[in-house]
């Protein structure tokens, strides 16, 4: 039987190679190219890492055709349906879904390290009451490692755990006082006898001055959307924090990186991006004039929350989250209707449109969230830090994943030089 290689050959400069194939659990197998440039010279070239597997991971497996997502093999309609988010986040950390006991373990764990140091209160100071919760995000996260030297040493699984934990507990607590800042009003301390997701709600909304009370329906919302929006494998800002964190940096960094990545527009940032948009079209009598712009080539503007560099399908996510729309609209006093109908009316036409079925472009899971969670009342500017408190499990049980791998090491890429041949300076007098 031939063997399972793929042969590389150049007669010109004398390459035959056999390169040794990976196979998966599921999906797509690799060819090895690991040696290549050591055995022929020759680099693999895949600007955007289109046809490129960066790291074997156990974490989240997607199939972009059959439009599947599953973390740790669990179907993500099925965790969305019956998990609550910190059992979502013990799978992802610890490979298996918990017991009661584990779960109640950990659940406390999480809650012991809600709080913040209190002097990095004065950090949000040092920020403009308008800077984007974004900004505030990246640069009170970045500075965690200032505060808590006591869990830095990456090598150490124990440290590891220990600063995985306070990264999953105190991220709700910084953002919610992202926002306190951007509405300058008092940061509100986290409330020990309430859930992860009503506990953030109450950190968000509750003011010192009258008692406050989550919704059902909101707090509800809030665990499926961080339940969503946890894992996704290797995109843009996960892959930044293993590429960050190969170089031993602190897991504080990382995830900080991992927020800055997150805030681009074609990533995270689509989910403000698509809102302002839908606000934009305002009627669906604009809709045929928006659609046209997206085509047009010679226009920079993309039709936000549409297209995915791996689903050419429907978005799991999406679906899900155009259910979830309808019954939050429903429950919660927010006459928003208009803006989902007109969402509605978008996708519909858009997946009529040649342009569209084409390119395989379907919404994604940033197309309906933005109408959730401002029937919440959250602002524009706080949703992709709603995507970055679900996604920072993710972000953490990667480079966990990554950092207890014996192979691991720092990530180089190399590139094809285009610029200038070798060239003598010359004098400033002679040029
Ligand atoms: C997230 O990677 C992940 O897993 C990400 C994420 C996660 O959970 O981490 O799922 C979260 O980031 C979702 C994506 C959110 N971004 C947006 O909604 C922004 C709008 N979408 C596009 O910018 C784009 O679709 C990307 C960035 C999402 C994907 O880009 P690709 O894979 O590089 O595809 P491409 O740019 O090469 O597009 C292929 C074709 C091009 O046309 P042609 O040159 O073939 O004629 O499709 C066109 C593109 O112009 N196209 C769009 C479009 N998206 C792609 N045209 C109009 N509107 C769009 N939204």
Redesign the pocket.
Known sequence: MADNTYELCNEHKGIKEHLPVIEGTQGPHAVDVSKLYRDTGVLTYDP?FMSTASCESRITYIDGEAGILEYRGYPIEQLAEKATFLEVAYLLLHGDLPSSVQLREFEQIIVYHTMLNETLKNFYDGFHHDAHPMAIMVGVVGSLSAFYHDSLDVNDPHHREVSAHRLLAKMPTIAAASYKHNISEPIVYPDNNLSYCANFLNMMFSTPCEPYEVNSTAEKAVNLLFIL?AD??Q????STVRLAGSSLANPFACIAAGIASLWG????G?NE?VLNMLTDIGDVSQIDKYIAK??D?SDKF?????????YKNF?PRADILREVCKEVLDKLPVDDSPLFELALRLEEIALHDEYFVK?K?YP???FYSGIIYRALGIPNNMFTVMFALG?TVGWVAHWMEMMSDPEQKIGRPRQIYKGSPRREYIPIENR
């Open positions: 955007g929006h996704h494998e995109n843009a800002s996960t527009p074609a990533h995270g689509a991006a997206a085509k080539k993309r039709l936000m929350g549409f297209g995915h560099r791996v978005d390119r472009l994604n899971v940033d996604r």
